[in-house]
């Protein structure tokens, strides 16, 4: 301990004077004159350098107990389809488009939630440079355009993001080929440059054929791209796989040709069931593929709330099964993904589709204990008080998922559309901030324990830290004792240093510790120091 010590003191350039610790009986004592001293030789005078400051002795590090650090995933789905969240036009200047985006950010880090659900393929088109596929007409208003001056929306989210302790998740559709609201697709839009593998609905949309491994490979191309190049902490995908009838106007997916070349190749599944396989081995081949290119980034589904009528018992509704060909029960008992977030977008005293008794049964069936968040319509919600509904769902979430609890709220708007959404929801259940849970299932390297340096400046305390290993550290946990008893305090990766007040409410500053958090949710082991 005192080696280590006295190298990081020399590291600093700063020389230092000890006292004597009686209780440890280790001391290491100072070689500077006194001002009334006998003759001072050669050998005792200081060097010239800087005016010593006090430190901490080595032996004040101690181990403690330290409190549990609150965790709970609060995340909101920023969507760009049909400019309905971001941006909130397709002409605005790029200027524009960024400030959108700082206002949704810092109103997300003030109101203490810690991830964003970002659209960034809405319709096989890019809110990010793509050599793949197009600039998206919802950006900038005609597909393939790139914003000008030219820049990368999608590293500008993840930095400014980043900056705040949020996570950033990117949100793809994975089979939607164009939306009606997108303009008429160009010589540059998937639908042309891949037609062969894309229909049209009636509706107007174009859709990818989720059978033809064409399409399979397309989409597994754009997301691995985006894994590999960007810093992301998550990808998600929708409830949109084959589309809901409506947007076909009840009439059958027009498939025929791929289903005709299945049945002529011995297939004998039948075509629902086919239709489902498709979609079945396309969830677990992206979840392989994105751990496979970086295994710390997460996989997460938000699929419709209701698997099928009738589970739970007295539930009805449109059934995910049977329309969209989308078994999410499956993709949830073998672990196809690290979270799971089915829309639950119904009240709590819905009779058809109680919130409570759908949660509890997703969560029967989440036999690998992966992240269970639901899908919370902080937007439109068919309530009279929809602040006091959604808090009501965030207690009930809390209640049945325990230490694992989270949710995502569709959308940012319904945050801010509502006066009274987000203090109710600051002064209430997100009250603290709180850490992503953990994910243990994917491993990752333990970080090292952060160093704590504390500096005596009068009434302050002067804290700073550091790590050999910053670059696999996404927070910090900081830990002040004010008259035995610990406050904790979630700060971001850029901050390295803090002024504590020594007196507080009449309380003495007796310790302070530090820990290092990685984009995982784990934590590293602490370093604690007591203040004198």
Partial sequence: MRIN??????????????????????AIKASTPTKNTAKTNNNTTPPPGPKPVAMIPPEETFRTVLPEIKREFRGAWIASVANINWPSRNNLSVQQQKAEAITMLDMLKDNNFNAVIFQVRPSADALYTSNIEPWSYFLTGQTGSAPY??????QFWIDEAHKRGLELHVW????????SNGGS???????????????????GMYWFDPANPKTQGHVSNVVKDIVKRYDIDAVHFDDYFYPYATYNRGADFPDSATWNEYQRSGGTLSRADWRRDNVNRFVERIYK???????????????????KPGYPQGVVGSSQYDELYADAKLWLNKGWLDYFSPQLYWPVESKGQPFESLLRWWKSENTLNRHLWPGLNTVEIRVSD??????SQIDISRQVLGNDAGEIHWSIAGLTKNAAMLPTLKNGPYKEKALVPKTPWIKAAPLQTPTLFINDNGSFAQISWSTKNIGEVFQWVLFTQYNGVWETEILTLDQLSKEIPKYKDG??????????????GNESDYMAKKVK
């Fill in 5 to 26: 010590y006295l190298k990081l003191i020399i590291l600093s350039g700063v020389f230092t004077s000890f006292i004597s610790c009686s209780t440890q009986g280790n």
């Fill in 149 to 154: 001056p030219n820049y990368d929306p999608l």
């Fill in 172 to 179: 793809l559709n994975p089979y939607r080929a164009h939306h």
């Fill in 185 to 203: 697709p160009n010589k540059l839009s998937m639908v042309n440059k891949l037609s062969d593998i894309v229909v049209r609905l009636k509706n």
């Fill in 289 to 307: 593929e994105i751990h496979a290119e970086k295994n710390y980034v997460r996989f997460g589904i938000s699929p419709f709330g209701i698997w």
């Fill in 386 to 391: 929809r602040p006091s509904e959604i808090r």
């Fill in 507 to 520: 309380r003495t500053l007796n310790a302070v510790a530090i820990k290092a958090i990685d984009r995982l």
